[in-house]
């Protein structure tokens, strides 16, 4: 089977990680797979979104246990990376997307496997979910995004806890502290593909530029801010999907958007 099976559910696509056998753990082939499934979320005018998930092995349930460390040292000296040019580490955490992801997390997300989830858009875990950035305690650092999106997720005090000790916290936590938006008893799928659903109905060109903007609001000033909101509020102005919006907030009917 493929290490990255992609699926289409209507608007959705469902992007499923499945190398279980090491953990859902990236080297060269699996950063190239995910970087491919991220171009076809992108360049197919059907999808609006993405759910990320993963194949799990029992009974200790992992998400994604990161890097694969065993070809690191081989990576180091040139060998094949598990990154690509456009997406960085996974093929995912610096690719420029456009369309929103949903993380669907269930057991363990750590070290990149973690740093995957915050290169996500929405997240929703299982209460069995645990997560950590354990970098430090194999001597290296969370270098694909973790040493800033975590804080930017979860405040510098419990980020600063989690990156220098390298211990897990768990789904309850993580809920608390705003790293996971819905916490589930049952299927993190599932939940995830109703949220994924939800977005995918709304105004396919609102949902772009909220995101962007809301993305850039860690790294740029207020000012560039209001630049960035006003440029989001001008390409909807006039567009067919405001019509339509608009149209059924008078009549009181779902509007069915075409992203144009």
Same mark, same amino acid.
């Given at each position: 089977?493929?290490?990255?099976?992609?699926?289409?559910?209507?608007?959705?696509?469902?992007?499923?990680?499945?190398?279980?056998?090491?953990?859902?753990?990236?080297?060269?082939?699996?950063?190239?797979?995910?970087?491919?499934?991220?171009?076809?979320?992108?360049?197919?005018?059907?999808?609006?979104?993405?759910?990320?998930?993963?194949?799990?092995?029992?009974?200790?349930?992992?998400?994604?246990?990161?890097?694969?460390?065993?070809?690191?040292?081989?990576?180091?000296?040139?060998?094949?990376?598990?990154?690509?040019?456009?997406?960085?580490?996974?093929?995912?955490?610096?690719?420029?997307?456009?369309?929103?992801?949903?993380?669907?997390? *269930?057991? &363990? !997300? =750590?070290?990149?496997?973690?740093?995957?989830?915050? $290169?996500?858009?929405?997240?929703? @875990?299982? /209460?069995? +979910?645990?997560?950590?950035?354990?970098?430090?305690?194999?001597?290296?650092?969370?270098?694909?995004?973790?040493?800033?999106?975590?804080?930017?997720?979860?405040?510098?005090?419990?980020?600063?806890?989690?990156?220098?000790?390298?211990?897990?916290?768990?789904?309850?936590?993580?809920?608390?502290?705003?790293?996971?938006?819905?916490?589930?008893?049952? *299927?993190? &799928? !599932? =939940?995830?593909?109703?949220?994924?659903?939800?977005? $995918?109905?709304?105004?396919?060109? @609102?949902? /772009?530029? +909220?995101?962007?903007?809301?993305?850039?609001?860690f790294s740029l000033g207020e000012e560039q801010l209001w630049h960035e909101s006003d440029?989001?509020?001008?390409?909807?102005?006039?567009?067919?999907?405001?019509?339509?919006?608009?149209?059924?907030?008078?009549?009181?009917?779902?509007?069915?958007?075409?992203?144009?």
């Amino acid at each position: 089977m493929s290490s990255v099976a992609v699926e289409k559910h209507g608007h959705v696509a469902v992007v499923r990680l499945n190398r279980p056998e090491a953990r859902n753990a990236f080297d060269g082939p699996l950063a190239r797979a995910l970087g491919a499934a991220v171009d076809q979320v992108e360049e197919d005018p059907q999808l609006r979104v993405a759910v990320l998930t993963a194949a799990v092995t029992e009974p200790r349930p992992v998400f994604c246990a990161g890097h694969d460390l065993r070809t690191i040292e081989d990576e180091f000296g040139g060998g094949d990376q598990a990154a690509t040019e456009r997406g960085g580490f996974a093929g995912f955490v610096t690719y420029p997307r456009t369309k929103p992801w949903v993380a669907a997390v *269930d057991g &363990l !997300a =750590t070290s990149g496997g973690l740093e995957i989830v915050l $290169a996500c858009d929405l997240v929703v @875990a299982t /209460r069995r +979910s645990s997560f950590a950035l354990a970098e430090v305690r194999w001597g290296l650092v969370a270098g694909a995004g973790g040493l800033f999106r975590l804080p930017q997720a979860v405040g510098r005090a419990a980020a600063m806890d989690m990156l220098l000790t390298g211990e897990p916290i768990g789904a309850s936590r993580a809920h608390q502290l705003g790293l996971v938006g819905t916490l589930v008893d049952g *299927d993190a &799928l !599932a =939940t995830a593909l109703d949220r994924a659903r939800r977005v $995918a109905a709304a105004g396919p060109l @609102a949902v /772009r530029a +909220s995101r962007r903007v809301c993305d850039r609001s860690f790294s740029l000033g207020e000012e560039q801010l209001w630049h960035e909101s006003d440029r989001a509020l001008a390409e909807i102005m006039g567009s067919d999907d405001l019509a339509v919006g608009l149209a059924g907030f008078a009549t009181r009917t779902t509007p069915t958007f075409a992203g144009r």
